[in-house]
């Protein structure tokens, strides 16, 4: 009878209720109870860990270390929300802030984890990986002959690095080998130059962002002061080459926007609340002198490469040419922890083009696209497959798109979307679609 009285009490009386909590004391203790009952199941999700943990420490079959079991759950707890969003130790910690300053020990390569094992998103210019002919969209099964399933992405690399001229052997599956590639690779102190330069033809400055470190917007204003002095007179523009560069420190993408462009929005921020929208612009003034400009994207351009990419291309500023951009359109925040416990690398915030363009699991796309003549050995893995395909990625605002190719020729001879490019800034008719192209499309380059 009490629990029929109940029910019936509150369906007569519901428009009362309605109106007695309509004002600013009943929307508080509305909230109250709603929080009091989001409460009530986070201590019971609580309970459940830490009955769990206290199974595991008492019955598991050999006595387990507290710190490894916690350590864990942590792990399982942050990879469960999204391919970026990770937890490192107190070594791991060190370990990624000597690579944000540009230098440290390893192989020379740039990995995620995928499907359980670790996958190189690109190989560094002239490292012990780029030498040896690791190449973007490999995958490494084993370190020592040790199988990296089961590893997390920070053990497996910590595995990969060592001292200085020690030797390490990765066996490498690659898309259209039948058997693994064994490779030996000699650790070294990686120092990463994360701009490099040269003019072509006395004409046109050529620069390759290779990361975005702590260096790289001071070298890139070192490279565009250098190609002014080398070419005086008669500077038809600059090729800025993004190409397999993975990303890095977001101030560093304002930093390299900011030498293209006098003024105007460079990216915006979007978090889990309205006030924590944040909007970065340029600063400095245009160091090119508002010279022409191509900037050169694929599949292995991704985050930070994305955000200048997509800045100069709203502001219309720069023409974009190759094949559409990755699409990590994702903000991690490091968070450090107290006392010796690490740091989270957490995923914060989205961030969006100048236009409002949400770049997450999309990706940009150049306005003329060019494929490359692929070699037979690499047919069928010069693709990158992109955010999108990533397993617990961010949903996209929109239709997702996966599959770039992300390929770049060893050789400039061979380079299609270079020689584009240099064609685009000396007012050549473009043809867009690479080898098999039916169509042109001819873009003209702001001033």
Same mark, same amino acid.
């Given at each position: 009878?009490?629990?029929?009285?109940?029910?019936?009490?509150?369906?007569?009386?519901?428009?009362?209720?309605?109106?007695?909590?309509?004002?600013?004391?009943?929307?508080?203790?509305?909230?109250?109870?709603?929080?009091?009952?989001?409460?009530?199941?986070?201590?019971?999700?609580?309970?459940?860990?830490?009955?769990?943990?206290?199974?595991?420490?008492? $019955?598991?079959?050999?006595?387990? $270390?507290?710190?490894?079991?916690?350590?864990?759950?942590?792990?399982?707890?942050?990879?469960?929300?999204?391919?970026?969003?990770?937890?490192?130790?107190?070594?791991?910690?060190?370990?990624?802030?000597?690579?944000?300053?540009?230098?440290?020990?390893?192989?020379?390569?740039?990995?995620?984890?995928?499907?359980?094992?670790?996958?190189?998103?690109?190989?560094?210019?002239?490292?012990?990986?780029?030498?040896?002919?690791?190449?973007?969209?490999?995958?490494?099964?084993?370190?020592?002959?040790?199988?990296?399933?089961?590893?997390?992405?920070?053990?497996?690399?910590?595995?990969?690095?060592?001292?200085?001229?020690?030797?390490?052997?990765?066996?490498? /599956?690659?898309?259209?080998?039948?058997?693994?590639?064994?490779?030996?690779?000699?650790?070294?102190?990686?120092?990463?130059?994360?701009?490099?330069? *040269?003019?072509?033809?006395?004409?046109?400055?050529?620069?390759?962002? %290779?990361?975005?470190?702590?260096?790289?917007?001071?070298? /890139?204003?070192?490279?565009?002061?250098?190609?002014?002095?080398?070419?005086?007179?008669?500077?038809?523009?600059?090729?800025?080459?993004? *190409?397999?560069?993975?990303?890095?420190?977001?101030?560093?993408?304002?930093?390299?926007?900011?030498?293209?462009?006098? *003024?105007?929005?460079?990216?915006?921020?979007?978090?889990?609340?309205?006030?924590?929208?944040?909007?970065?612009?340029?600063?400095?003034?245009?160091?090119?002198?508002?010279?022409?400009?191509?900037?050169?994207?694929?599949?292995?351009?991704?985050?930070?490469?994305?955000?200048?990419?997509?800045?100069?291309? $709203?502001?219309?500023?720069?023409?974009?040419?190759?094949? *559409?951009?990755?699409?990590?359109?994702?903000?991690?925040?490091?968070?450090?922890?107290?006392?010796?416990?690490?740091?989270?690398?957490?995923?914060?915030?989205?961030?969006?083009?100048?236009?409002?363009?949400?770049?997450?699991?999309?990706?940009?796309?150049?306005?003329?696209?060019?494929?490359?003549?692929?070699?037979?050995?690499?047919?069928?893995?010069?693709?990158?497959?992109?955010?999108?395909?990533?397993?617990?990625?961010?949903?996209?605002?929109?239709?997702?798109?996966?599959?770039?190719? %992300?390929?770049?020729?060893?050789?400039?001879?061979?380079?299609?979307?270079?020689?584009?490019?240099?064609?685009?800034?000396?007012?050549?008719?473009?043809?867009?679609?690479?080898?098999?192209?039916?169509?042109?499309?001819?873009?003209?380059?702001?001033?």
């Amino acid at each position: 009878m009490r629990k029929n009285y109940l029910f019936l009490l509150g369906t007569v009386t519901g428009v009362c209720l309605t109106l007695a909590v309509g004002g600013p004391l009943g929307q508080h203790w509305m909230a109250a109870a709603k929080a009091k009952v989001e409460n009530n199941e986070i201590y019971s999700q609580l309970n459940l860990f830490g009955e769990v943990f206290e199974r595991v420490r008492s $019955d598991y079959v050999e006595k387990p $270390d507290d710190a490894h079991l916690v350590e864990g759950a942590i792990n399982g707890m942050i990879s469960s929300l999204d391919p970026h969003s990770r937890y490192m130790n107190e070594s791991a910690w060190h370990e990624m802030q000597d690579t944000t300053k540009g230098e440290f020990g390893g192989l020379g390569i740039e990995v995620t984890m995928e499907d359980g094992l670790v996958k190189v998103v690109t190989p560094m210019d002239d490292t012990p990986a780029s030498k040896a002919g690791i190449l973007s969209g490999d995958f490494i099964s084993q370190i020592d002959d040790e199988n990296v399933q089961g590893l997390t992405l920070e053990q497996a690399v910590n595995k990969m690095k060592g001292p200085v001229d020690t030797k390490t052997k990765l066996t490498i /599956l690659r898309k259209g080998n039948d058997s693994p590639i064994y490779v030996t690779l000699t650790r070294q102190i990686i120092q990463v130059k994360p701009v490099s330069y *040269r003019t072509n033809g006395g004409d046109i400055g050529y620069i390759r962002i %290779s990361s975005f470190s702590e260096q790289t917007g001071d070298e /890139l204003k070192k490279a565009i002061a250098d190609i002014q002095k080398q070419i005086p007179q008669g500077l038809a523009g600059y090729v800025l080459d993004l *190409r397999n560069n993975p990303g890095g420190l977001l101030d560093q993408a304002v930093s390299v926007s900011s030498a293209f462009m006098a *003024r105007g929005e460079v990216v915006s921020t979007r978090g889990r609340r309205p006030e924590e929208t944040q909007r970065f612009s340029a600063h400095g003034g245009d160091l090119t002198k508002g010279k022409p400009l191509v900037v050169l994207i694929n599949g292995g351009s991704a985050s930070a490469s994305e955000i200048v990419a997509g800045a100069l291309h $709203d502001h219309k500023r720069a023409t974009l040419i190759g094949t *559409r951009s990755f699409g990590k359109g994702s903000v991690q925040t490091i968070i450090p922890l107290g006392g010796d416990h690490g740091a989270l690398a957490l995923t914060t915030a989205r961030y969006f083009t100048p236009s409002g363009h949400s770049i997450q699991a999309q990706g940009i796309l150049p306005d003329i696209e060019i494929l490359q003549d692929v070699p037979d050995e690499l047919k069928g893995r010069a693709e990158m497959k992109g955010e999108a395909s990533m397993r617990g990625h961010l949903s996209a605002e929109g239709a997702e798109q996966t599959g770039s190719q %992300s390929y770049v020729p060893p050789n400039e001879k061979d380079d299609k979307a270079l020689a584009a490019a240099y064609n685009q800034l000396r007012g050549i008719t473009v043809n867009a679609g690479g080898p098999a192209a039916t169509s042109t499309k001819t873009t003209t380059v702001p001033n």
